[in-house]
C-alpha cells in the first residue's frame, strides 16, 4: 500500500548520531551507522582532527530515551564478543591465570564471569 508507515518502510535512525540521514546506512545487529558516522569514524582511524562531541547534556530527555535501546544492544553484542573470546582461549588451553592478566582482574573473578561450568 503506497503512502503506507511501518516498521519495515521507515527509515531507521543512526544508532549513533540519531539521525535518521538520506544517504546509505550500515546495519548490524539490532544498530545503524550512518555514512556520516562512517566518515567520522574514518577519520578517527586515520588520525585526522574531529569535531568534539556535543555533550550528553545537551540531549533532551527524549533524545537520551531513544537512544538507549542502541546503547543496551552494543553493550549485549560486545559482552557476547567478549565471552567468545574467552571461550577462544580456553579451547586453547590458556589458562584462567593468562585470561585473567590479560583483563587485570584476578583469576576468580575472570573464571567466575567467563566460566561456562558455573
Known amino acids: 500500500m503506497q503512502g503506507a508507515t511501518t516498521k519495515e518502510t521507515q527509515r531507521p535512525q543512526c544508532s549513533f548520531c540519531r539521525k535518521s540521514p538520506s544517504g546509505e546506512m550500515v546495519a548490524g545487529p539490532g544498530v545503524y551507522i550512518c555514512d556520516a558516522c562512517v566518515g567520522l569514524c574514518q577519520r578517527i582511524l586515520t588520525g585526522k582532527p574531529t569535531a568534539a562531541f556535543a555533550s550528553w547534556q545537551?540531549?533532551?530527555?527524549?533524545?537520551?530515551?531513544?537512544?538507549?535501546?542502541?546503547?543496551?544492544?552494543?553493550?549485549?553484542?560486545?559482552?557476547?564478543?567478549?565471552?567468545?573470546?574467552?571461550?577462544?582461549?580456553?579451547?586453547?588451553?590458556?589458562?584462567?591465570?593468562?585470561?585473567?592478566?590479560?583483563?587485570?582482574?584476578?583469576?576468580?573473578?575472570?573464571?567466575?564471569?567467563?566460566?561456562r561450568e558455573n
Open 58 to 115: 545537551s540531549m533532551t530527555d527524549e533524545e537520551l530515551l531513544d537512544a538507549l535501546p542502541a546503547a543496551e544492544a552494543a553493550v549485549h553484542a560486545t559482552a557476547e564478543k567478549l565471552h567468545e573470546h574467552v571461550d577462544m582461549l580456553r579451547a586453547r588451553n590458556v589458562s584462567w591465570e593468562r585470561i585473567a592478566t590479560a583483563l587485570g582482574v584476578s583469576r576468580q573473578a575472570a573464571w567466575e564471569r567467563f566460566s
